[in-house]
């Protein structure tokens, strides 16, 4: 009987796996936790100046990243302005301002919605129906949303509002993804984030810095906004390029995967949020759909 022989696997490949683990994991990790430092931040300043703060620093940290920098033809930055406003101002305020009403818990799971919003509006922008394989993603990923949202209602108006600004944040993700895309491929992703991040800078400022001025600073929520900033804008955008770059799109989408159970996590262990079984389980199912969804958009047409 022939012997098999077992080669030990090369410490470069163990720590190139390593890394490509670490690239997928890390981001959706520090985004599930933004909606803690969002709620921590709010303790000390108002909601505007939970948005100028993050994206403040987050553009002060990722100018650091000579990728960032990198020169765009002056015809694209209209398409760039236009996120700034979609992708980081707008929805970026949306979400200090739901949470004066809702969870960080309840407000990260929500998020999990965000490739059923993209797909949706691909959809409409195509005006075309989409595929057997998407549309069931959506239907289940849309019943966890509404799952995730149902036990808010019913603790009043005020809950409810926090809900539908989340669900305005989404939308808005949804158009803004779109709208990133084709300027990514040519680009890259960095230097759209930056730039975009420079003029939502400028569109947060007049709510924002009055917000500042008037804060309440203490430590922790100092800490808690910094790591928003420096690490749910910077740190995890560059580490999501990084992995697109290694593993492709596809793959490197998995981090988003990631946000609803952390966000749930420590919103009950660290801040003792009661969080509801039936938008847990939405929660659960709304990832379903999203993971239909993106597993629908890359398999190969027949």
């Not at 200090?96 to 929500?110: R, T, Y």
């Not at 019943?143 to 949202?149: F, Y």
């Amino acid at each position: 009987m022939a012997s098999t022989v077992v080669r030990p696997v090369a410490p470069a490949a163990q720590s190139a796996a390593l890394f490509d683990f670490l690239y997928l994991v890390v981001p959706g990790v520090i985004w599930g936790a933004s909606f803690l430092f969002i709620a921590e931040g709010l303790t000390a300043i108002g909601p505007a100046g939970v948005t100028f703060v993050r994206i403040l620093v987050g553009f002060a940290a990722l100018s650091f990243v000579p990728a960032a920098r990198r020169a765009v033809p002056r015809a694209d930055w209209g398409g760039i302005a236009w996120l700034g406003l979609l992708w980081f101002a707008l929805p970026l305020s949306m979400f200090p301002f739901a949470q004066q009403h809702v969870s960080s818990a309840l407000a990260g799971m929500l998020n999990g919605a965000v490739p059923i919003a993209t797909a949706i509006v691909a959809a409409l922008v195509a005006r075309r129906a989409p595929s057997g394989g998407v549309a069931v993603g959506l239907a289940v990923g849309l019943a966890g949303a509404v799952l995730v949202a149902v036990p808010s209602g019913g603790q009043g108006g005020s809950s409810l509002r926090g809900v539908l600004l989340i669900l305005a944040a989404l939308v808005s993700y949804g158009i803004a993804l779109n709208v990133a895309r084709p300027l990514q491929q040519r680009h890259g992703a960095l230097p759209v984030v930056w730039r975009g991040l420079g003029f939502a800078l400028l569109l947060t400022a007049p709510l924002g810095l009055p917000d500042v001025l008037h804060a309440h600073w203490r430590p922790l929520p100092l800490l808690a906004l910094l790591a928003l900033g420096a690490g749910g804008t910077c740190v995890a955008q560059v580490m999501v390029a990084t992995a697109a770059g290694r593993l492709g799109p596809t793959k490197a989408s998995v981090s988003t995967f990631l946000i609803p159970p952390v966000a749930l996590v420590l919103g009950v262990a660290v801040r003792g949020e009661h969080v509801a079984v039936l938008s847990i389980a939405g929660g659960a199912v709304c990832v379903l759909g999203a993971w239909l969804v993106r597993r629908a958009q890359t398999q190969p047409a027949r």
